[in-house]
Protein backbone atom coordinates (compact mmCIF):
# COMPACT_ATOMS: atom_id res chain seq x y z
CA UNK A 1 0.00 0.00 0.00
CA UNK A 2 1.44 3.32 -1.26
CA UNK A 3 0.18 6.65 0.80
CA UNK A 4 -0.16 9.80 0.05
CA UNK A 5 -0.86 12.98 2.11
CA UNK A 6 -1.88 16.16 1.26
CA UNK A 7 -3.74 18.96 2.96
CA UNK A 8 -0.73 20.48 4.91
CA UNK A 9 0.53 24.09 4.84
CA UNK A 10 0.49 26.89 6.63
CA UNK A 11 -2.24 28.55 9.03
CA UNK A 12 -2.92 31.00 11.68
CA UNK A 13 -3.46 29.84 15.05
CA UNK A 14 -6.51 29.17 15.75
CA UNK A 15 -7.58 27.93 12.26
CA UNK A 16 -8.18 25.03 11.06
CA UNK A 17 -6.49 22.69 8.41
CA UNK A 18 -7.82 19.19 7.21
CA UNK A 19 -5.49 16.73 5.95
CA UNK A 20 -6.17 13.75 3.30
CA UNK A 21 -4.41 10.07 3.06
CA UNK A 22 -4.68 8.68 -0.48
CA UNK A 23 -3.83 4.77 -0.70
CA UNK A 24 -3.01 3.08 -3.60
CA UNK A 25 -4.84 0.27 -2.68
CA UNK A 26 -8.18 -1.00 -0.63
CA UNK A 27 -7.37 -0.33 2.75
CA UNK A 28 -10.74 -1.30 3.61
CA UNK A 29 -9.28 -4.19 6.04
CA UNK A 30 -6.88 -1.83 7.47
CA UNK A 31 -6.56 0.58 10.64
CA UNK A 32 -5.53 3.75 9.60
CA UNK A 33 -3.98 6.45 11.88
CA UNK A 34 -1.56 9.89 11.76
CA UNK A 35 1.58 10.80 13.32
CA UNK A 36 3.86 14.01 13.34
CA UNK A 37 7.22 14.82 13.87
CA UNK A 38 8.24 18.48 15.15
CA UNK A 39 11.78 19.14 14.46
CA UNK A 40 14.45 17.98 16.99
CA UNK A 41 11.53 16.17 18.79
CA UNK A 42 10.35 12.47 18.86
CA UNK A 43 7.53 11.18 16.48
CA UNK A 44 4.32 11.46 18.24
CA UNK A 45 0.88 9.69 18.01
CA UNK A 46 -1.66 11.88 16.81
CA UNK A 47 -4.78 9.79 15.99
CA UNK A 48 -6.17 6.33 14.95
CA UNK A 49 -9.12 4.84 13.47
CA UNK A 50 -10.12 1.41 13.22
CA UNK A 51 -10.84 -0.33 9.87
CA UNK A 52 -14.59 -0.18 10.21
CA UNK A 53 -14.63 3.07 11.40
CA UNK A 54 -15.74 2.67 14.32
CA UNK A 55 -13.41 3.18 16.63
CA UNK A 56 -10.47 6.13 17.29
CA UNK A 57 -8.17 6.61 19.59
CA UNK A 58 -6.42 10.32 19.42
CA UNK A 59 -3.35 11.59 21.55
CA UNK A 60 -3.74 13.88 24.68
CA UNK A 61 -2.64 16.87 22.83
CA UNK A 62 -4.90 16.87 20.09
CA UNK A 63 -7.91 14.87 21.77
CA UNK A 64 -11.00 17.21 21.63
CA UNK A 65 -9.36 19.78 18.49
CA UNK A 66 -8.58 16.89 15.77
CA UNK A 67 -10.47 14.38 14.23
CA UNK A 68 -9.93 11.17 12.20
CA UNK A 69 -12.54 9.78 9.50
CA UNK A 70 -12.08 7.78 6.59
CA UNK A 71 -14.17 6.40 3.52
CA UNK A 72 -13.24 3.06 2.72
CA UNK A 73 -14.95 3.20 -0.23
CA UNK A 74 -12.60 5.98 -2.03
CA UNK A 75 -9.18 4.50 -0.16
CA UNK A 76 -9.32 7.55 1.89
CA UNK A 77 -8.16 8.61 5.51
CA UNK A 78 -8.60 12.19 6.82
CA UNK A 79 -7.39 14.52 9.48
CA UNK A 80 -9.78 17.30 10.18
CA UNK A 81 -7.62 19.82 13.01
CA UNK A 82 -9.59 22.55 14.33
CA UNK A 83 -8.07 25.20 17.03
CA UNK A 84 -4.50 25.26 15.80
CA UNK A 85 -1.66 26.07 17.79
CA UNK A 86 2.15 26.37 17.11
CA UNK A 87 2.43 23.61 19.17
CA UNK A 88 0.97 21.55 16.56
CA UNK A 89 3.72 22.59 13.85
CA UNK A 90 4.99 19.13 12.37
CA UNK A 91 5.44 16.85 9.20
CA UNK A 92 2.54 14.96 9.54
CA UNK A 93 2.79 11.56 8.41
CA UNK A 94 -0.13 8.83 7.66
CA UNK A 95 -0.09 5.83 8.10
CA UNK A 96 -1.93 1.99 7.80
CA UNK A 97 -1.43 -1.14 9.56
CA UNK A 98 -2.69 -4.51 8.83
CA UNK A 99 -4.19 -4.71 12.05
CA UNK A 100 -8.09 -3.40 12.86
CA UNK A 101 -6.50 -0.40 15.21
CA UNK A 102 -3.30 0.56 16.67
CA UNK A 103 -1.58 3.55 18.20
CA UNK A 104 2.24 2.48 18.37
CA UNK A 105 4.25 3.70 15.63
CA UNK A 106 6.05 0.15 15.38
CA UNK A 107 2.58 -1.23 14.67
CA UNK A 108 2.00 0.18 11.17
CA UNK A 109 3.93 -1.14 8.56
CA UNK A 110 2.96 1.60 5.95
CA UNK A 111 3.67 5.04 5.84
CA UNK A 112 3.53 8.05 3.71
CA UNK A 113 5.83 10.36 2.95
CA UNK A 114 4.07 13.39 4.82
CA UNK A 115 2.48 16.84 4.75
CA UNK A 116 4.29 20.02 6.61
CA UNK A 117 1.85 21.66 8.49
CA UNK A 118 3.21 25.22 9.87
CA UNK A 119 0.84 27.32 12.43
CA UNK A 120 2.00 30.59 13.09
CA UNK A 121 0.99 33.01 16.09
Known amino acids: VQLQASGGGLVQAGGSLTLSCAASSRISSMGMGWFRQAPGKDREFVAA????????FYGSSVEGRFTISRDNAKNMAYLQMNSLGPEDTAVYYC????????????????WGQGTQVTVSS
Open 95 to 110: TATSLSVATLHFEYEY
Open 49 to 56: ISWSGTTT
